[in-house]
């Protein structure tokens, strides 16, 4: 019982040695009336569905014989017809012999595909056995919007939907974790028959994406967000756009964000142009992820390449890791974790190189600046405001790179822990508006004062910035905060947070793929999404 790592053998051929047929696009048609389900077909055929769902159970009214026909007969795709009932989660409270009647017609009447429910297939399928016409196929569902069981007992569930004789084997169950997934991948890509497997729920999101990888028969993409016929499901939109469905295949390499929540995370939609843009055969999803152990311990085999690694797992990953670059470790968090080729994962910090390398072009700018070919950060004396986790980040970078380096945070005993650890000075927040041993220093603001929606405030007075040649600030929302606007005015050059998020990003895309990052085409959509 439970998840089951894969072996490689498993992420690459079905039983039988052959992929199966590319997995198809089934786009839910939830409309309560015959005309809206229409109007809804154009829709899923505009965006590039292969399949509609229609749900008769949606229906406001229903007259089998007159709206079976319109919308079979008129539908530009293949149909696939639904009728479910209350009982196995749908809309349909009437008699069960009416419903049986409507989907046998709906087969009479050129239907691609019938949904039929497990509890009734035996008797169902039976009643039409003889009579079903070519490329016309029954799919046997069973629903669970509790959990999912353990391998052996999907199994088991599989073995009893294939024995009513159904054409196609559906299970749908609930994520409570994601690492539930591999369990139903582990059914598709085992399974005899043509099968669709769906983990329902947020937990669930890659059992949808992944679909194709384990040679998923069909899964389903709806028309808007809004408009879902089961909870978890991504709009086709998404699917066809954001994560590349159509490319994704057996071989395809596996990366994504770990988070929680992750959802907001736009990195998907960088890392997908991206591999898209050179023909990388990998996808980047978001990973909903409660425990990170659990996760690294499922999602086991190469094809899980990396992953990137946000709140609030930055520091339990750590434990998880084979190796750890030595930097990353001293900061004690992780956001960049790649799966080696041997299997064995080693984890980065890409913020600091991210927020560093920014500002020694800032430095590199500076008028009258001689280039060498050292950083231009050796021997400065860099001021980082902040003791937190970017903090870290830019102190140790710093003092890496030979900087001087002075830590000022509200809670002066973090700033003294942090500074003795790089070697360098610890003062009080306030103590900085009065430090000024030199001029030309370099300050990093790494506190969230003046984030959004405070974006009034800033952690320095404008008259203490006059002793700084370059200010960076950490803050991305706003880009342009109020620290950065003051120290333009007293002369110094800025450095963007926007520079450390875009830069971090360049860095985990050569860890994960070896290559340099498409960085114009990062930054053009990081604009156009921003
Ligand atoms: P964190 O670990 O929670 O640390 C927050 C820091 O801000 C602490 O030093 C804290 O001081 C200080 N602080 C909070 N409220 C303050 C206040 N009212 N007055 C003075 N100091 C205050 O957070 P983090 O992850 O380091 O993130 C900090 C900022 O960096 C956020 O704005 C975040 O969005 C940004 N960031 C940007 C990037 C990027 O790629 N650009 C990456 C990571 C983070 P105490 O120790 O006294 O509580």
């Not at 498993?10 to 786009?27: E, I, Y």
Request: charge should be neutral.
């Amino acid at each position: 019982m439970g998840s089951l790592p894969f072996t490689v053998s498993d992420l690459q051929t079905s039983t039988n040695g052959a992929r199966s047929s590319p997995t198809l696009l089934c786009t839910p048609l939830m409309g309560t009336t015959v005309d809206q389900m229409l109007i809804e077909m154009g829709k899923a055929k505009e965006i590039g569905a292969d399949v509609v769902e229609i749900r008769l159970d949606c229906l406001r009214t229903f007259n089998p014989r007159q709206d079976l026909e319109i919308l079979i007969k008129r539908s530009s795709l293949p149909t696939l017809v639904t009728y479910r009932p209350i009982w196995e989660g749908g809309q349909y409270e009437g008699d069960e012999n009416k419903r049986q009647d409507a989907l046998r017609l709906a087969m009479e009447m050129g239907a691609n595909y019938i949904d039929v429910e497990l509890e009734v297939a035996h008797d169902f399928n039976s009643s039409i056995d003889g009579k079903k016409p070519d490329n016309f196929k029954v799919i046997v569902s069973s629903h669970n919007f509790h959990n999912t069981p353990s391998a052996e007992a999907i199994g088991n569930l599989v073995a009893r939907i294939q024995a009513t004789g159904a054409d196609i084997v559906k299970i749908a169950t609930t994520a409570l974790d994601i690492t539930d997934c591999a369990r139903i991948f582990q059914i598709m890509v085992h399974s005899q028959v043509p099968t669709i497997g769906i983990v329902m729920g947020e937990r669930g999101l890659i059992s949808r994406l992944l679909s194709p990888k384990f040679g998923g028969y069909l899964t389903y993409g709806a028309l808007e967000a809004g408009a879902i016929s089961a909870p978890g499901q991504p709009t086709a939109k998404d699917l066809l756009d954001l994560y590349n469905f159509r490319l994704i295949g057996p071989d395809t390499k596996v990366y994504g964000i770990i988070g929680k929540p992750v959802g907001h995370s736009k990195s998907p939609l960088l890392f997908n142009a991206a591999f898209k843009s050179v023909g990388l055969d990998a996808v980047y999803v978001h990973y909903l992820v409660d425990d990170v152990e659990k996760f690294f311990n499922t999602y086991s085999s190469i094809d899980w390449s990396g992953c990137s690694c946000t709140i609030p797992h930055k520091e339990a990953a750590l434990k998880c890791m084979d190796e750890i670059d030595p930097i990353a470790k001293k900061i004690g968090a992780i956001n960049n974790i790649v799966r080696r080729p041997d299997g064995k994962l080693i984890a980065f910090n890409t913020d600091y190189i991210g927020a560093i390398s920014a500002i020694e072009d800032g430095l590199r700018g500076l008028n009258g600046t001689i280039p060498s070919a050292g950083s231009p950060l050796a021997g400065k004396l860099f001021v980082v405001l902040g003791a937190g986790g970017a903090g870290k980040s830019l102190a140790y970078g710093a003092a890496q790179k030979g900087a001087r380096v002075v830590v000022a945070n509200r809670t002066f005993e973090r700033a003294k822990e942090l500074a003795d650890k790089v070697g360098g000075q610890a003062m009080t927040l306030a103590e900085v508006e009065n430090f000024h041993p030199e001029e030309g220093m370099v300050l990093a603001n790494t506190t969230s004062v003046g984030m959004k929606p405070k974006i009034d405030l800033t952690p320095i007075s404008k008259e203490a910035l006059k002793h700084y040649c370059v200010v960076f600030d950490a803050i991305y929302t706003p880009k342009d905060t109020r620290l950065l606007r003051e120290a333009r005015e007293t002369g110094a050059v800025v450095v963007y947070g926007t520079e450390m998020l875009i830069r971090q990003g360049f860095e985990q895309y050569k860890n994960f793929t070896g290559l340099p990052a498409p960085e114009d085409l990062f930054r053009q959509l990081m604009e156009k999404h921003a």
